[in-house]
T-cell receptor, first 111, second 114 residues
């Protein structure tokens, strides 16, 4: 099966940069995704990495190192609206390619 | 606009009762999924369906049942055999399970026991 580890909570101030790490164990890695979820809402897709390196989408970037079974989500120029939970999810060939989600990281942005 | 609609938003279940959660999508996606989310937890897969009239158990299927009679619809029944049903239930869809395209989620149904 698959397992993922990410910090349970991260705090930062407005305008800062924050990095949310995700380590995973899988037997047939296929890709790593990041989702954002505000309290009581639907998860929304942020980014996807299948190959090593950095993917940038506006203020958000995601990095993957397959050799280290590690990825991170980088949020720049933090805004109050970025306060939410962030989930990494790994797709595994042995898991029918369906994403397995981590427990989520609660990001709290202070003024 | 295309999307996924879940209903109801809130649902209450009595002891020994089966309840059904609705999920409809107009994205023309082949694959649909049901997840359960408990407080402070990630999403756990209950069932998924790759095509009409076919579905597969996920990690926590016991006490749940599904059907996929139409491409657009994937209802989830929480049976009386599910002894701890209180949770937030999320339905999702994607082009298919092999695609790199992301999953799209509905707004969820919050189920509680009366």
């Amino acid at each position: 099966g698959q397992s993922l580890e990410q910090p349970s909570e991260v705090t930062a101030v407005e305008g800062a940069i924050v990095q949310i790490n995700c380590t995973y164990q899988t037997s047939g890695f296929y890709g790593l995704s990041w989702y954002q979820q505000h309290d009581g809402g639907a998860p929304t897709f942020l980014s996807y990495n299948a190959l090593d390196g950095l993917e940038e989408t506006g203020r958000f970037s995601s990095f993957l190192s397959r050799s280290d079974s590690y990825g991170y989500l980088l949020l720049q120029e933090l805004q109050m609206k970025d306060s939410a939970s962030y989930f990494c999810a790994v797709r595994d060939q042995g898991g029918s390619y369906i994403p397995t989600f981590g427990r989520g990281t609660s990001l709290i942005v202070h003024p | 606009d295309g999307g996924i609609t879940q209903s109801p938003k809130y649902l209450f279940r009595k002891e020994g009762q089966n309840v059904t959660l609705s999920c409809e999508q107009n994205l023309n996606h082949d694959a649909m999924y049901w997840y359960r989310q408990d407080p402070g937890q990630g999403l756990r897969l209950i069932y998924y369906s790759q095509i009409v009239n076919d579905f597969q158990k996920g990690d926590i299927a016991e006490g749940y049942s599904v059907s996929r009679e139409k491409k657009e619809s994937f209802p989830l029944t929480v049976t009386s055999a599910q002894k701890n049903p209180t949770a937030f239930y999320l339905c999702a869809s994607s082009e298919d399970r092999y695609s790199n395209q992301p999953q799209h989620f509905g707004d969820g149904t919050r189920l509680s026991i009366l």
